[in-house]
């Protein structure tokens, strides 16, 4: 199974090409791209895949609305939409190990120093109410500093000059306790954040589970093989390696900047750019500010299989739930 955005984006546009909207015009990334998603959902009842061309001060598209459709979530997981319930619990109850990867596209363009300049992608502002530009769909690879636990996830950050970034940690997640053991030493802890992935791995990483269960393996059992990895170039983090960016970096010990969105939100803790931004040739910038299906089918699929672990169930518990829609907050960092 193919593990890129691309690969996906083309079947999409073979097999619907109706949920596949180009916009060649320039585009203002402060509020235009967010009005038209917002303007197409709620007058023409869409929710179209955009990918906006040209967007004003970057040379770089933006595609947006990958999530929002449950049928698209569903064929990236090879599953029914009344299956994808099904199709997610039975990866969380047989993962499927990553492996090393012998050929990385990401690497293709590797930016060092310098060269690494976050305001070179596209400011992307979602809300009138935002502090300031986000990149809304990176999704953190991290390691448990003092252990051999992995974490993938979602998480909220904002640009806060050519090679910083906020970055929002939620109380008590597997992130948050790795920067705290960080923390705690007086290290920096590293991270990278992969922008443009196949669905399958954007469903896997929302995931809840306990510290010492891999969400890379649960994106193996929804891709139906491995996730291919590769290792950074400033650090021992892998991460997959069919992403469109990977942007390195570490989280900062003992540092706090504000970090809001829409005028809410605690502070958040600043990474710094470990001089290194990996992409494939002419990389899509993913942006996420939708109401997709994917993170409240991960919270069904978690609680059946808790209940099917406390139990001792090896069957039932396994009736579609309804498709939950709880809103995903994502930010990009460096």
């Known amino acids: 199974m193919a593990q890129d955005l691309r690969t996906f984006l083309d079947a999409t546009k073979r097999q619907s090409p ?3 909207l180009v916009i060649t ?22 929710r ?7 967007v004003k001060g970057s040379n770089l598209p933006v595609l947006t609305n990958v999530h929002a459709g449950r049928s698209r979530l569903a064929a990236a997981i090879h599953a029914k939409p009344e299956e994808m319930q099904r199709a997610y619990l039975h990866a969380m109850e047989k993962p499927l190990p990553p492996k090393l990867a012998a050929n990385a596209p990401v690497k293709d363009v590797i930016l060092t120093g310098e060269q690494v300049d976050l305001y070179k ?7 009138q109410d935002d502090a300031g530009p986000y990149i809304t769909a990176a999704i953190s690879f991290a390691k448990d500093p003092n252990g051999e636990s992995w974490n993938c996830a979602y998480n909220r950050l904002m640009i806060q000059g050519r090679n910083r970034t ?56 929804l891709l ?22 990977i942007l390195e970096g570490e989280i900062l010990p003992r540092e706090r900047t504000a970090s809001r969105l829409r005028g ?22 993913l942006s996420l500010f939708v109401r997709p299906p994917g993170a409240g089918l991960a919270r069904a699929a978690a609680f059946l299989a808790r209940e099917r672990r406390r139990l001792g ?22």
């Open 313 to 334: 169930l090896r069957r039932g518990l396994g009736r579609e739930l309804s498709p939950g829609a709880d809103k995903l907050i994502v930010r990009y960092t460096c």
């Open 166 to 221: 906020s970055i929002h940690l939620t109380l008590a997640k597997h992130l948050w306790e790795f920067q705290r053991y960080a923390e705690a030493e007086g290290k920096p802890l590293p991270v990278a954040f992969a922008i443009g992935v196949h669905p399958a791995i954007a469903l896997g990483c929302l995931a809840i589970g306990s510290i010492d269960e891999d969400e890379r393996a649960i994106i193996g059992g």
């Open 121 to 127: 992608l596209p400011q992307v502002w979602h809300h």
């Open 264 to 285: 809410q939100g605690p502070p958040g803790r600043p990474p710094r750019a470990r001089l290194c931004l990996g992409r494939r040739g002419r990389p899509r910038r």
């Open 25 to 46: 015009r320039e585009v203002d990334p402060a509020f235009e791209i967010t009005a038209i998603a917002v303007k197409l959902e709620q007058e023409a009842k869409r």
């Open 48 to 54: 179209p895949i955009l990918l906006f061309e040209k």
């Open 18 to 20: 109706e949920d596949f």
């Open 224 to 245: 139906g093989e491995p996730l291919e990895l590769v290792k950074c170039e400033t650090s021992d983090v892998l991460v997959p390696a069919e992403a469109e960016i």
